[in-house]
């Protein structure tokens, strides 16, 4: 039962409502005192101090509930994802096709079939990929679904980097990207004082 439930009970005596939120606030607060005693600026600590600051000063900012119909909320994370996904299938549509149906059976049948006549491409060589990762590649940037950031790219040694040219040459080959590149990762990023949308 919970408390809002008890609240509507008058049998119950109003003097265990009051002892009730009086334990809850010493809880919460002997909690918050014994957080702020373990604050170091030390390694030990993995500098706490700093950490606590530095998220007292950001805003912060109230993630407002999903809605999956009028009378039910998404709670799981399941249900969230498939309450964005639902969104997005419905208000990202694409554009309607302004070719024939002649048309796209002719350039879908162009794409598939295999370029017997044309040359290879060249290989690519490590040298290219060290380029590109030293000085293309920024390490401070955000990684993808794979997790795999700039500053790790940049730290590789040449058996790593030997590993990805021969897997960018395998793709030339086959003429194939793997599954795993088209995979892409939404997160949905609430705008701050903007009005949420209730239906």
């Excluded at 008058?10 to 918050?32: A, D, Q, W």
């Excluded at 017997?116 to 390490?139: D, S, Y």
Aim: hydrophobic share 35%; charged share 25%; with cysteine.
């Amino acid at each position: 039962m919970s408390f809002r439930a008890i609240n509507k009970d008058t049998s119950v005596h109003p003097f265990y409502f009051v002892e009730l939120k009086h334990m809850l606030r010493t809880l919460k607060n002997e909690g918050i005192q014994n957080y702020l005693q373990g604050l170091t600026p030390t390694e030990a600590t993995y500098y706490s101090l700093w950490k606590a600051i530095r998220k007292i000063k950001q805003p912060q900012y109230q993630i407002p509930p999903i809605r999956i119909n009028r009378n039910t909320w998404a709670r799981t994370d399941k249900q969230k994802a498939a309450a964005f996904a639902k969104h997005l299938t419905s208000f990202f549509q694409p554009f309607p096709s302004q070719l024939t149906a002649m048309e796209e059976e002719t350039i879908k049948n162009e794409l598939n079939a295999p370029h017997q006549m044309t040359l290879p491409m060249k290989k690519i060589r490590i040298n290219e990929i060290k380029n590109v990762i030293k000085h293309k590649i920024h390490p401070k940037k955000a990684p993808g679904y794979d997790l795999i950031t700039g500053k790790v790219l940049q730290e590789l040694f040449q058996k790593g980097l030997k590993a990805i040219t021969q897997i960018y040459n395998a793709i030339l080959r086959i003429e194939s990207f793997p599954c795993q590149w088209k995979v892409g990762q939404i997160i949905m990023i609430a705008k701050p004082e903007k009005k949420t949308q209730t239906t």
